[in-house]
């Protein structure tokens, strides 16, 4: 980066945080190096693909900050009292292992809202806020909410292990979509399951257990694939609904609309389902534009991985090839994780200035 | 300007190489002693010898200090991010076979596929705290191949040799390795997950990017191809 655009970089970072903390956000910060193990634990063996990582010699493996989110939640579920705004700015380092021209470092600006007394409000307020950061960039908004997938997956008339399996690969579609077509009875059971489910005592010619995965693991294992065969498929008319909803993708109140008529034959989803309506009534009154505002049930799936209920993100125009202005959304769930045990209702964003300037044609 | 090539230093390895060239038509042997890492071609000009570990040949590739190499795929995949738009495969060589397999112990009777990798290692994390440890030095190949086929859960735990021991030695559940039968796997009380090929490795030889060859080199590559096509 150019020394021009990096001043022109920070320059707006520091004009953002001036808005945020001008509105109450209390300025934070976090360290450059984070221990790897709570990033590990988190995301899995996938960030060392996304992260720098270095060795400490007393500390152990740390990792340059993928993102801000994290330490910042450890540090409200230490110390912080709700409610609490916060905002903070700086780099946050991405490896880029395709091998594209993508910058590995990048500056961000962010925005946390831990607020439990209006949940709709505060997501409004966190969306609100950075399109107001936007309002003079040529960017587009869209929409998800995760929490309406949660519901659904956890409402479908199976077994407590299959909907877990499920939600356990909510963010791999693949994955998802290979499970879900076997537990609709769609794929055949691979050859090496049925052979096993055959044998009246498979355990009894055990070839000798090595390592730390114990016999009685496995023949637990085994109970849960019987069980799991003897179930009931999920029904053709649940799969239906479920697709219907994953395609769902239109502007707010249509999206609305269509999740209502959803709602009436999967009615596990309704409370999510208006919690959205309640979310569209907050954006009204903070004068967001709900009639354009794109609704995409899929969004965020991919991409996403500690978001379980609104989900945003401002994109340029689609020709000039760049990644989400800002994004955010609603992260309870890691509060949770991150608070061992204790959670508490937690929205954020972050805006990416170096994206904005490229976005408004400034470099 | 010369044509860098770079062979294997050593075994097995560097004398098929010496033989497959020598099918068709050009000589490289050692120069001097047995000992001597230096080299020389016969049959064509313009070409230089250079002898190195066939694990450094990738980066040396990339790095355009030799501008051919020959080692196994598995290695330039392993060690070069998106690789394939830094080096060309120009043959595969038909020899050092090896698979990149992942294999867990015989008595998983539960586990055969990648499906079955991923409900254990879901298991495995809540009943011991930790996520299930795959002990592999193919750090990236094993993570790209997991992440493609969705197994979470996981972690990678690095072994530089004598990886089929882990499991035995309670430092790793399940290993990801490179085998050509299958026996040393075998002999070691492990078997191999049906869909748990990651990658058919096989001696190739290789170019780096063209972008700073000079004409000469650029010919000289043009003969060399002739040759190995012929």
Redesign the interface.
């Known amino acids: 980066m150019t020394v021009d655009a990096s001043r022109d970089t920070w320059a707006r970072a520091r004009a953002y945080q001036d808005v945020l903390t001008a509105q109450g956000a209390v300025l934070t910060d976090a360290d450059y190096l984070q221990p790897a193990d709570t990033l590990l634990d988190l995301y899995g063996e996938d960030i060392r693909a996304r992260a720098f990582t270095t060795q400490d010699p007393v500390r152990g493996e740390m990792m340059l900050r993928p993102d801000f989110t994290v330490p910042i939640v450890q540090q409200h579920m230490a110390h912080g009292a709700e409610p609490a705004r916060y905002t903070y700015m700086g780099k946050v380092f991405r490896k880029q292992e395709d091998g594209g021209d993508r910058p590995t470092e990048f500056v961000q600006v962010g925005y946390e809202v831990f607020d439990g007394t209006d949940r709709a409000a505060a997501d409004a307020e966190v969306f609100a806020t950075l399109a107001g950061l936007l309002k003079d960039t040529p960017v587009t908004p869209a929409t998800g909410d995760i929490g309406i997938l949660r519901a659904a997956v956890q409402g479908l008339n199976t077994t407590p292990a299959r909907r877990a399996a499920l939600m356990r690969h909510l963010w791999r579609p693949r994955r998802f979509k290979t499970l879900l077509d076997r537990f609709c009875g769609l794929t055949d059971t691979p050859t090496s399951r049925a052979a096993l489910l055959a044998q009246d005592d498979p355990l009894a010619d055990l070839p000798p257990v090595l390592g730390l995965r114990s016999r009685d693991q496995i023949a637990r294992r085994i109970d849960a694939l019987r069980a799991d065969a003897a179930a009931d498929p999920i029904s053709g008319g649940e799969r239906s609904l479920l697709d219907a909803l994953l395609a769902v993708r239109e502007t707010a109140p249509f999206a609305l609309t269509a999740l209502r008529d959803i709602a009436v034959d999967l009615p596990s989803i309704s409370a999510a389902v208006d919690g959205l309506a309640a979310r569209l009534d907050a954006l009204s009154a903070r004068n967001i534009d709900v009639d354009t505002l794109m609704f995409e049930a899929s969004y965020g799936r991919t991409s996403m991985e500690y978001y379980d209920g609104f989900v945003f993100g401002f994109s340029a125009d689609p020709a000039l090839n760049l990644p989400p202005v800002a994004t955010g959304g609603r992260y309870d769930a890691l509060t949770t994780v991150l608070g061992g045990g204790t959670g508490v209702p937690a929205v954020g964003g972050v805006i990416r200035p170096a994206l904005v300037a490229a976005a408004e044609g400034a470099l | 300007m010369t044509l860098k090539l770079g062979i294997p230093s050593k075994g097995r390895l560097m004398e098929k190489t010496f033989q497959w060239f020598a099918d068709r038509g050009i000589t490289l042997r050692k120069s001097g002693s047995d000992r001597e890492y230096a080299g020389a071609v016969d049959g064509i000009d313009g070409v230089e010898l250079v002898l190195l570990s066939a694990g450094e040949i990738p980066r040396e590739l990339d790095a355009g200090r030799i501008h051919l190499g020959v080692t196994g795929s598995d290695l330039v995949r392993e060690k070069l991010?998106?690789w394939d738009?830094?080096v060309v495969e120009l043959a595969k060589m038909g020899f050092g076979g090896a698979d990149l397999v992942i294999a867990v112990?015989?008595?998983?009777?539960?586990v055969?596929?990648l499906?079955?990798l991923?409900?254990?290692a879901?298991?495995?994390r809540a009943?011991?705290g930790f996520?299930l440890r795959i002990a592999t030095k193919y750090?990236?190949l094993v993570?790209?191949f997991?992440?493609d086929?969705?197994v979470?859960?996981?972690?990678?735990v690095d072994s530089q040799g004598a990886t089929e021991g882990t499991?035995?030695n309670?430092t790793?559940?399940a290993v990801a390795d490179i085998t050509s039968t299958g026996e040393t796997l075998r002999a070691n009380?492990?078997k191999i997950l049906?869909d748990g090929m990651i990658h058919a490795s096989q001696a190739t030889l290789f170019r780096g990017r063209r972008k700073d060859w000079t004409q000469a080199q650029r010919d000289t590559l043009t003969r060399l191809m002739a040759h190995l096509d012929a």
Request: glycine share 4%.
């Open positions: 991010p998106a738009s830094r112990p015989d008595a998983w009777i539960d055969d596929t499906d079955d991923d409900a254990v879901a298991a495995f009943d011991h996520r750090h990236r993570r790209d997991l992440r086929n969705g979470a859960d996981y972690q990678l499991i035995r309670e790793a559940e009380g492990l049906s």
